[in-house]
């Protein structure tokens, strides 16, 4: 079960402290997701998380619990007005608090969805998982990294946006950068 008071306690390596707008906001304003059992068991949550997310009126915040830190989450997230403060309680124990703040952060540019700034320039290899039914787009994608040179980039392009692949590649040493195309799938961008 959820402890939620230890999600604004003991927290490792995040070396912020709690935001001064989340210091007094009450239970009944919290809206709590744990997708911790859900990632374990290899299923995306991501839709989950919106549906979640959507739901929310405008004086809650969302605290979602996970066993990693989501960082394509936060631009997803900035998109709609939110910004995030994030804990690492423990090993595969991640609780990241979104909230609105305010008119500055809802009009504020959404950083990327990237674990680092930029991609390389230059071609990429691209690697097609569309079509595909998970866990194929992320095993496909996983097989094809060796084939990244130095300075080289993959194009990888999935249906759905890869939140199951990001743990993966972050214990590779590998970045990222995913964005969802007008064509309705995502493209990830991986590169050393």
Request: net charge neutral.
């Amino acid at each position: 079960m959820t402890n939620e008071s230890s999600c604004h306690g003991d927290a490792q390596g995040t070396g912020t402290p709690i935001p001064e707008a989340l210091r007094n906001v009450p239970d009944n304003r919290r809206v709590i997701l744990d997708v911790r059992d859900q990632v374990r068991a290899g299923e995306e949550p991501f839709q989950r998380i919106m549906q979640t997310v959507m739901s929310l009126k405008d004086d809650q915040v969302f605290v979602l619990y996970n066993i990693f830190e989501p960082v394509p989450l936060y631009g997803v997230m900035a998109q709609r007005g939110f910004t995030h403060w994030t804990q690492k309680r423990g090993p595969e124990d991640w609780c990241i608090t979104f909230y609105r703040a305010g008119a500055q952060a809802a009009t504020a540019p959404a950083p990327a969805a990237a674990s680092r700034p930029a991609p390389p320039a230059g071609n990429a290899i691209v690697v097609d998982a569309r079509g595909l039914e998970p866990p194929q787009p992320m095993a496909k994608i996983l097989e094809n990294l060796p084939r990244i040179a130095a300075g080289g980039q993959i194009l990888a392009m999935t249906d759905r946006r890869p939140m199951l692949l990001y743990p993966k590649l972050e214990e590779r040493g590998f970045a990222f950068s995913t964005e969802e195309t007008t064509h309705g799938w995502f493209e990830t961008r991986i590169w050393k």
